[in-house]
């Protein structure tokens, strides 16, 4: 049975299903420049589309349980906050990414790849997936980039 798995911003707004202001315009968007990593790294670690969750872009992770709407028993998820620098790229990739998938990468391998329905900003993200999968990314969110 495939996992269900989902990507949320944390911005009450979001969750209760409201229409936020579109935020302004905040120029280019901006690249993953931190840090400097080989493509060939995207085989380990957890990655946001060309963005690594490492110990250098991630301030705070941790594997909670909850429930969610719709699905039965314990819910899994791994809450993250990013670096300002992090939260920056984030923001500008999921508002170049409105309405398209944006892939969620474990070693190697897609996680999860959810739609996109709004930028995201603040640097907070909230993954669903199995209890183990998000272990092992919490492992190498813990873990140097690349």
Do not use: Y
């Not at 993954?127 to 190498?140: D, N, T, V, Y």
């Amino acid at each position: 049975m495939r996992a269900h798995a989902t990507i949320v911003a944390t911005l009450a707004v979001a969750l209760m299903g409201c229409t936020a202001q579109a935020a302004p315009d905040p120029g280019p968007v901006p690249t993953a420049s931190i840090p400097d990593t080989p493509v060939a790294s995207l085989a380990t670690g957890l990655w946001v589309g060309d963005l690594p969750l490492c110990s250098e872009t991630v301030l705070d992770a941790k594997v909670t349980t909850g429930s969610s709407m719709g699905m039965a028993g314990p819910n899994f998820f791994l809450n993250i906050r990013l670096a300002e620098e992090a939260a920056n790229i984030f923001a500008g990739m999921t508002r170049a990414r409105v309405g398209q998938e944006l892939p969620i990468m474990l070693d190697g391998k897609v996680l999860l790849s959810p739609r996109i329905n709004e930028q995201i900003l603040g640097g907070a993200l909230q993954i669903s997936a199995p209890r183990e999968e998000l272990e092992r990314a919490l492992q190498r969110i813990e873990g140097p980039c690349g």
